[in-house]
């Protein structure tokens, strides 16, 4: 008997037609992928739709209730890309042949992966949809002493078989963008405190997005009201708290206060004659002093590129309440240097973009000398005679609020009995990493760990022991992380006990040493030109970066407008811990100037095994910078009340300079860079003394300046060394 073939051909050439006849695929439906972004997970979902040959598609957050319209969206034989340019956000991908997966990077700023497939994810931790399975969500109203209502949400856990503490936070920046079927995006940051159980309170501050009144920037503290309708950020948590405990079930009449950055500064607001029942307060990189070190001033100097970025957003006025973000700024080219160049004078942001429809801006241009405007604006004064235990976080590198975290745990350890529960954390951040899932680099520079562990296991155990009265609190006065050692450290005490203070002294030559210089008549000339001001960074590109607070000077080494001082290699290890004081004697050709004083770890040029980073940087002699701060020079006697230089004149330029917990390891180099500008982050000096935030173009002009390092005039700076 002989086998016949002829039903399996039979069967594949039905096979075959079936194929051909099924429908043309398409890269049109719903996709969905899963973003990890420095260990925040986020559900991204694309809806893509055809005509004809066209493509359009949607990018949609549930978790941040975004639905958008995607303006720039194309495919072509397999490769998809895709920009949302008012978000920065841009799309590379790759579509498998049976339009069943894409694989590709997501950049905003930075670049992740992110892959798409047909099938929904998993609802990770913190996402809409694992808050709804655990929560129930209530939105109300709470009415302050002076009748103003603030919006709040409050999230209950369903199991209702104890009773839970509140975990409150106050915000400027909108509580519940995506209605009240939604869920905050906070959730997502809070994943390892609700383990322990807490009733989850989050209020619009007064005057922004849904809450009622008018919104003050830094609201002035009054801590003697007269009537019921004087109200501040103070009274409205104390108001706030006082109804929550009153009118939330299942709650155990203990709250706890947290936040970053203006969240911060309404956590440290809360402390003053504090409502009874909070317990426990975490203010993290907290606005503390608007002119002095954070956010849009250092030592006077005007931080440009922070302050535009904000207010030409956050700024402009609401007209009623809403849950609707502003829209972005737009900006004509994608070069912050270039734009804030082209701007000018900056009296022109005026003139060009903002009118008069942003006060603070106007505010900001109105009060260039630290007057009542600003002194009224620090909450440090009142930080007396606190109830609430207090554990203020910052990071390292946090070029917003660095100095904010340093000094409100300072001024709270000064003005309050050595009873009084006052902790302090720092490690290795930008702004808010610490919140977020991964912070084991900043830019080039990796510490070899997820640092971000530890601070949320710190931050659990505050709040577990105030909150729910359980667990012991064996925590350390100061939980500080050692960059360079890359390691954890605690003191009782911060600055450390067992320092002792030395100077690094500018020498001829370029050099840097603990010995004074004996040299006389000895200075470094040079020419700065605000029309060429310093960059920031070495990059190209419009939103300010996170990383350039550790990023390679070598750029800034290689210009003439930037003098230059080094160590020879080290032959011991040397750490740093606590404030430097930079103590310049410098003369100027104008009347007015700027010092921006830089200190830097310079690699080995023999480093190796360094871990790769996305831009290549090759780390052999890398230049890291471990701090930078800028000081305009005609404060350098008063804030209140500045002053002109003499042009010609030797002067001395002494100012402080944060924090720093750094070991500079053996073959390493100490650098000290100085320079007269560090452009856009701040605005440029025209080197002349004149209104800075009023002047004309014709008012900056060249100068040029000598940096003394001799025997009767030792520029130095000041550094406390751990023994």
């Known amino acids: 008997m002989t086998n016949n073939p002829k039903p399996c051909l039979l069967l594949l050439s039905l096979l075959t037609l079936a194929v051909r006849l099924l429908p043309a695929q398409s890269l049109a439906g719903d996709w969905y992928g899963l973003l990890d972004a420095d260990g925040i997970k986020l559900q991204i979902a694309l809806r893509v739709q055809q005509q004809g040959d066209t493509y359009s598609a949607n990018f949609i957050v549930p978790d941040q209730g975004a639905d958008l319209p995607i303006p720039e969206f194309n495919y072509k034989a397999g490769k998809l890309t895709f920009k949302l340019p008012n978000f920065n956000i841009s799309y590379e991908g790759s579509v498998d042949a049976a339009f069943t997966a894409i694989t590709g990077t997501f950049t905003q700023g930075e670049s992740f992966p992110l892959n798409f497939s047909r099938q929904k994810v998993k609802a990770p931790p913190g996402s809409s949809e694992w808050v709804k399975a655990r929560f129930n969500k209530r939105e109300v109203y709470i009415p302050m002493r002076d009748g103003t209502r603030l919006f709040t949400s409050v999230y209950t856990p369903k199991d209702t078989t104890r009773k839970y503490p509140m975990l409150i936070t106050r915000t400027p920046y909108n509580v519940e963008p995506g209605g009240e079927d939604g869920v905050s995006f906070g959730f997502l940051f809070m994943t390892h405190l609700l383990q322990d159980g807490y009733i989850v309170v989050l209020q619009d501050v007064r005057g922004r997005f849904m809450s009622e009144g008018q919104f003050v920037d830094v609201r002035p503290y009054n801590p003697d009201k007269k009537s019921r309708q004087e109200a501040d950020d103070n009274s409205d948590t104390y108001d706030s708290i006082d109804w929550l405990v009153k009118n939330v079930s299942h709650n155990n009449g203990r709250a706890g206060i947290y936040g970053v950055s203006y969240d911060g500064y309404y956590s440290t607001m809360a402390l003053p004659a504090a409502h009874p029942a909070l317990k426990a307060a975490s203010p993290q990189a907290p606005v503390t002093n608007w002119f002095i070190g954070d956010d849009w001033h250092h030592n006077g100097a005007f931080f440009l590129m922070d302050a535009f970025n904000f207010y030409s957003v956050i700024g402009r006025p609401r007209p009623k309440p809403t849950r609707v973000w502003p829209s972005e700024f737009k900006w004509p080219v994608q070069d912050n240097y270039r734009f804030f160049l082209e701007l000018g004078p900056l009296k022109n942001a005026k003139t060009k973009y903002f009118g008069d429809s942003i006060q603070f801006w106007n505010d900001l241009m109105a009060h260039p000398n630290y007057d009542d405007f600003w002194k009224a604006r620090d909450p440090r004064p009142h930080l007396k005679n606190l109830a609430p235990a207090v554990l203020t976080v910052g990071g390292w590198f946090d070029a917003e609020d660095c100095y904010g975290a340093l000094e409100t745990y300072e001024a709270i350890e000064k003005q309050n009995p050595a009873t009084m529960s006052n902790r302090l954390i720092i490690g290795p951040w930008f702004h808010g990493q610490w919140t977020s899932g991964d912070a084991d680099e900043l830019g080039n520079v990796h510490w070899g760990f997820n640092t971000a562990e530890h601070y949320k296991d710190v931050e659990r155990r505050f709040f577990r022991h105030y909150l729910h009265g359980e667990g012991d609190l064996n925590l350390p006065e100061a939980d500080i992380f050692v960059t360079g050692a890359n390691e954890w450290r605690s003191f009782d005490t911060w600055p450390p006990r067992n320092v002792t203070q030395q100077n690094l002294y500018f020498q001829p030559a370029g050099g840097l040493s603990f010995s004074a210089p004996t040299a006389k008549d000895n200075y470094d000339e040079y020419i700065a030109d605000p029309m060429k001001p310093v960059p920031y960074t070495e990059d190209v590109h419009l939103n300010r970066t996170r ?125 000290i860079q100085v320079q007269n500008s560090w452009f856009p982050l701040a605005d440029r000096n025209p080197q002349k003394f004149v209104d800075i935030y009023q002047c004309s173009e014709s008012d900056f002009q060249k100068a040029t300046h000598r940096i003394y390092h001799d025997k009767s005039r030792a520029s130095h700076v000041q550094v406390w060394r751990l023994k």
Do not use: W
């Open 547 to 671: 990383a350039y607070m550790t990023d390679d000077q070598r750029f800034a080494a290689r210009r003439p407008d930037v003098v230059v001082y080094q160590t020879e290699v080290l032959t011991e290890d040397v750490t740093l811990t606590g404030p430097l004081t930079a103590d310049l004697f410098v003369s100027t050709t104008g009347t007015d100037a700027d010092y921006v004083v830089k200190l830097i770890d310079v690699f080995p040029d023999t480093l190796s095994n360094y871990p790769d980073n996305d831009k290549k940087v090759p780390m052999q002699g890398y230049q890291m910078l471990v701090r930078g701060e800028i000081m305009r020079g005609r404060f350098r006697n008063s804030f209140e009340k500045p002053e002109p230089f003499s042009p010609g004149k030797v002067t001395e330029v002494k100012f402080a300079i944060p924090d720093v917990a750094h070991k500079f390891k053996r073959g390493h180099r100490i650098m």
